[in-house]
């Protein structure tokens, strides 16, 4: 956490609603206003990593990339709206680590491969010993060198961080620069080759030729055992990952893991030191002792007489009138619930009105949706003819 009095200057750069811009072209965006090294962190990550893993790594092995992963998390809620109970299959990721477990030597996506795993042989050659590990999550954290932006930007090719620049640094650290590939050929090829060596990640990597360049090497200390020539002359493209073991590590890119993140904010609140409580002193409540100790509800909600509260998030300005039966259930602002509903496992998006003695189950309700009187609804999605879902 940030002392009150630390000073910072901050300067936000939005982007148009109407720009269909990846995580890449959004980067390229602001190009101009990056100076230096950069960290790189999603709008959906909710975690309570500490950092200064990510970034010491960065700079310890003066790294091209660092990264943040966690294992993936088993859902193990009913997904509202989803029908059936056959989960939907992801892709998995093989990542493949070093005995210490943090230089990233292989990334591939299962969707990009045929029936079997390729590892090229320049890695093994140098990494006789890898350990290939599935079931790992990309948690959308990156501390990149200045000079892969100034790729990004002139390779606009590049679309996504995650699924096109992440994999390619990673390839490229066991290759050479194109131009040392390439050797000396017919002087017809000689412009076509330029343009290919002007796109590769080595030519933006900028020589250093201070006096700290033979430091390196004639230092007594290090921070590795055996044989220097890997870390000090392996390559100028280096890749290193920092795998949680332990903490909080959500992407919230779903409904399932949008729910999950939601059921781990009381415990996410008492682990960054904040003791507000989970019932806002402005709700007004006849019967505090049917709301749950691990329910949260917003400020100004009113909650009638009989009515229960279990592992449930209440937003702010909601209206939950007498005898209603609420459990595992996320409710956002100013959501109106008449007497004698039951409402399971289900999600109500801003501004819906649940009319008396509905009955909801593993649904999902979108914005200023109404539901009629006694209404029974089970795994449905209902939203507006028009509307889209915002999560």
Known sequence: MLNLDTKMKLDFVCISDNMDMGTADSLRHIHQKIKTDVLVLSCDLITDVDLYKVVDLFRTHDATLSMLMKKTHELTEVVPGQKGKKKPVEQRDFIGVDDTGKRLLFMANEADLDEELVIKRSILQKHPRMHIRTGLMDAHLYCLKKYVVDFLVENRTITSLRSELIPHLVRRQFSSPTSLQQGLDNKEEDQKKKEQASLDIYSFIKEDNSLLKPAPDNSCWNDHRGDMNETLHEGKVRCYVHIMKEGLCYRVNTLGLYIEANRQVPKLLLNLGLEEPLVHGSAQITDRGM????????????????????????????????????????????????????????????????????????CLIGSDQTLETKAKHVNEVIVGTEQLMEI
């Open 291 to 362: 709301v749950g100790s691990d329910s949260i509800i917003g400020s100004s909600t009113q909650v009638g007489e009989k009515t229960s509260i279990k592992h449930s998030i209440i937003g702010s300005m909601c209206t939950i009138k007498d005898k209603v039966k609420i459990t595992n259930c996320i409710i956002m602002n100013s959501v109106t619930v008449e007497e004698g509903c039951c409402l399971q496992g289900s999600v109500i998006c801003h501004n819906a009105v649940i009319e008396k003695g509905a009955d909801i189950k593993d």
